[in-house]
């Protein structure tokens, strides 16, 4: 994998990585991404990943309790999310050295940073796709979670 291929998939990763919470986006588990990071040095990195994935637990980040259906349904989507990228980025690392492996991880915590930074921006982040001469920059922001607007309808009382 060449340093475009390599820059081309840690920005579709990155992408994949995003949940919105409300007009905001963030990494689903920057903690775990790093975590992926510590491993890539290792050559037993696809063991240790696939034997996280399973143990993963998401927590609340905001402290509500793990009762709440909302809660329940949003730590689903995160360790869902987890495990998509988790196989990802094994995948995107088997052919790489420990050193390329670092590096695409690297590649991939700027991505995430970035797009949190412009806040999903979409015009935004084809600026940057573009300036990075990323080939595909339609794969990425078509894995970017789209915001969620509440429509309501008003039906006017006039005739």
Same mark, same amino acid.
């Given at each position: 994998m060449?340093?475009?291929?390599?820059?081309?998939?840690?920005? #579709? @990763?990155a992408?994949? +990585?995003? @949940?919105?919470?409300?007009?905001?986006? &963030?990494?689903y588990?920057?903690?775990?991404v790093? $975590?992926? $990071? &510590?491993?890539?040095?290792s050559?037993?990195f &696809?063991?240790?990943?696939?034997?996280?994935?399973?143990?993963y637990?998401?927590?609340?980040?905001?402290?509500?309790g793990?009762?709440?259906?909302?809660?329940?349904d949003?730590?689903?989507?995160?360790k869902g999310?987890?495990?998509?990228?988790?196989? #990802?980025?094994i995948?995107?690392?088997?052919?790489?050295?420990?050193?390329?492996?670092?590096?695409?991880?690297?590649?991939?915590?700027?991505?995430?940073?970035?797009?949190?930074q412009l806040?999903g921006?979409?015009?935004?982040?084809?600026? @940057?796709l573009?300036?990075e001469?990323?080939?595909?920059?339609d +794969?990425?922001? &078509?894995? @970017? =979670?789209? =915001?969620? $607007?509440?429509?309501?309808?008003?039906?006017?009382?006039r005739r």
């Amino acid at each position: 994998m060449d340093m475009i291929d390599m820059n081309q998939k840690a920005w #579709e @990763i990155a992408a994949s +990585a995003m @949940i919105r919470k409300g007009k905001e986006i &963030e990494c689903y588990s920057t903690g775990q991404v790093r $975590f992926f $990071f &510590e491993q890539a040095r290792s050559s037993r990195f &696809e063991h240790i990943i696939k034997e996280q994935q399973d143990r993963y637990s998401p927590q609340p980040s905001d402290g509500r309790g793990g009762n709440d259906p909302k809660v329940i349904d949003e730590m689903k989507i995160r360790k869902g999310i987890h495990k998509k990228v988790g196989s #990802e980025v094994i995948s995107a690392m088997k052919d790489l050295s420990a050193r390329d492996r670092m590096r695409f991880v690297q590649y991939l915590l700027w991505n995430i940073r970035i797009i949190e930074q412009l806040r999903g921006d979409e015009s935004k982040i084809r600026q @940057i796709l573009r300036a990075e001469q990323v080939r595909n920059p339609d +794969a990425v922001l &078509e894995k @970017i =979670p789209k =915001p969620k $607007f509440q429509q309501s309808c008003k039906v006017s009382g006039r005739r």
